[in-house]
């Protein structure tokens, strides 16, 4: 089961995505490549604005985390920032909802 939890306060603090849903074999998972998908999409659009922010891939423990660095952000940095991670959440919202045997998505209050 993949395992994800959203971080929150006043914005999404961190995204932590870990483990391996186990739809199928590796390779042939397209839970895990729909989730890996849409991690390594908001990483990557996160990278190329140039936004502030720790991403962290661990292929050994299947772990990828995005932490967002709010304060070192624009105004204009911010809104490019939230409509990523928010787009990401919806989106794995989405799936964890649809696959919700293989992905368990918990969202915490700081």
């Known amino acids: 089961?993949?395992?994800i939890i959203?971080?929150?306060?006043?914005?999404?603090?961190?995204?932590?995505v870990k483990g391996h849903a186990g739809y199928a074999d590796a390779g042939e998972d397209i839970v895990c490549?729909?989730?890996?998908?849409?991690?390594?999409?908001?990483g990557i659009a996160l990278e190329r604005y140039n936004l502030p922010a720790k991403i962290n891939q661990d292929e050994l423990?299947?772990?990828f985390?995005?932490?967002?660095?709010?304060?070192q952000?624009?105004?204009?940095?911010?809104?490019?920032a939230?409509?990523?991670l928010s787009s990401l959440v919806w989106a794995l919202e989405d799936l964890a909802?649809?696959?919700?045997?293989?992905?368990?998505?918990?969202?915490?209050?700081?």
């Open 1 to 3: 089961m993949t395992k």
């Open 6 to 16: 959203i971080e929150t306060a006043e914005r999404i603090e961190r995204v932590t």
């Open 33 to 42: 490549a729909g989730i890996s998908t849409l991690t390594f999409a908001a």
């Open 61 to 63: 423990q299947a772990e």
């Open 65 to 71: 985390v995005i932490i967002p660095e709010w304060a």
């Open 73 to 80: 952000m624009s105004k204009e940095e911010v809104i490019r």
């Open 82 to 84: 939230e409509t990523i």
């Open 97 to 110: 909802n649809s696959y919700a045997k293989y992905v368990k998505l918990d969202k915490v209050r700081r």
